[in-house]
């Protein structure tokens, strides 16, 4: 009797009326909200503006679906074209079945476009984003706990994960539980890369290939513990071979960029500081027409002030014409006299 283990969800989907709830499209989702969230907050802090992450991702998600999908199917092509199977089930992208290397392929391109539209360096983007796309990898894990799949080899640990379901070719009982071991791996990768771009100052898609470089590692040794069907070359899973090469390659870039492009983007958006600039000047002519005003007002309280000295003036007129009229009258009087 197992003292311990991770219980499999009864079912992946719940009904709301005629509307079916899938586990697994909501870990994908959510997935998505985190990695834009987040992207968007670090591309602030790298001087771009808000929700321009948003509006790549538009471009990035979309792509990087399809090509998660095309790199299930060409790789697993007999779960969907072979006797007995229907080849419908290849767009059923809620039952499961999503390659990461084919999503952050394709979804690679779509970024691209993005980023050419609105005139944006796709390195920076990518930076910004690399943190927030292993934590969304994390989350969508959970989608295979959902559907009870990708699991590892027996175990009788007590964290074991039990497999209930006996569709596909599964066999009830415990093993080990790779979803939650990719999930927490992947979790480490997006903090790794949080302090090294903080320690290091990384740019020109260096935080993005430390991303690709850290995952690679642990879904290699994650990968060699799937008991699922799957093709092998000289011993070794063909995702293990893709870690490889992968790896390989991200390390490459980040030596070579390193060497060629040290330090980071000094702007990651086009017109961001000019915009700041245009408000800076606004601001001065605002001061500048306060200082004028002010000018103009001490002006006319000097006006105001000088007016009572003015005034004794002509007092000190009138008493003139008062004396001269004195005058004509003492003459009269004298000739009356």
Same mark, same amino acid.
């Given at each position: 009797?197992?003292l311990?283990?991770i ?7 719940? $009904? !709301?009326?005629? =509307? ?31 929700g ?12 990087? !679906?399809v ?6 199917? =060409? ?10 199977? #229907?080849?419908?089930?290849a ?12 999503a ?8 691209? =476009? ?9 390195p ?14 994390? =989350?969508?894990?959970?989608?295979n ?10 175990? %009788?640990?007590?964290?074991?994960? $039990?497999?209930?379901?006996s ?15 990719e ?5 480490? +990768?997006?903090f790794l890369?949080?302090w090294? %771009?903080?320690?290091?100052?990384l ?27 799957? $093709? $092998? ?17 991200? +390390?490459?870039y980040?030596v ?6 040290p ?8 017109? +961001?500081?000019? #915009? ?10 605002? %001061? ?7 000018? #103009? ?5 000097g006006?105001?002030?000088? #007016? ?16 001269? !009229? ?12």
């Amino acid at each position: 009797m197992e003292l311990a283990y991770i219980p499999s969800p009864s079912r992946g989907v719940l $009904h !709301l009326g005629p =509307i079916p709830l899938r586990g697994y499209a909501f870990c994908i989702i959510i997935g998505v909200f985190v990695a834009v969230w987040l992207g968007n907050k670090r591309w602030i802090a790298r001087g771009g503006r808000a929700g321009t992450v948003a509006d790549i991702a538009v471009w990035a998600v979309p792509f990087g !679906l399809v090509g998660g999908r095309l790199y299930h199917v =060409i790789t697993d092509y007999e779960l969907y074209f072979s006797a007995g199977r #229907d080849w419908v089930d290849a767009f059923k992208i809620w039952e499961g079945g999503l390659g990461i290397w084919g999503a952050i392929a394709l979804g690679a391109v779509g970024a691209w =476009i993005g980023c050419r539209r609105r005139g944006i360096p796709l390195p920076a983007w990518a930076d910004a984003l690399a943190p927030g796309i292993a934590f969304a990898q994390a =989350i969508g894990r959970w989608g295979n706990w959902f559907n009870q799949e990708l699991y590892g080899k027996a175990t %009788d640990l007590p964290w074991a994960l $039990h497999i209930t379901s006996s569709t596909d070719g599964r066999v009830p009982g415990y093993y080990h539980p790779t979803f939650l071991y990719e999930s927490l791996w992947c979790v480490g +990768v997006g903090f790794l890369v949080i302090w090294a %771009d903080r320690r290091f100052t990384l740019g020109h898609g260096r935080a993005f290939a430390l991303y690709v470089a850290a995952y690679c590692v642990g879904r290699g040794w994650i990968e060699y513990m799937r008991v699922d069907d799957a $093709h $092998h070359i000289l011993g070794l899973r063909l995702n293990d071979w893709t870690a490889i090469v992968v790896f390989l390659l991200a +390390v490459l870039y980040l030596v070579v960029s390193s060497r060629r492009r040290p330090g980071r983007e000094e702007i990651v958006e086009p017109g +961001v500081d000019g #915009d700041a600039d245009a408000d800076a000047d606004a601001s001065g002519d605002d %001061d500048g027409a306060a200082a004028v005003g002010e000018g #103009d007002g001490a002006a006319a309280v000097g006006e105001l002030e000088g #007016d009572p000295a003015d005034l004794d003036k002509p007092g000190a007129d009138l008493d003139k014409p008062g004396a001269d !009229l004195d005058k004509p009258a003492d003459a009269e009087s004298a000739k009356k006299s």
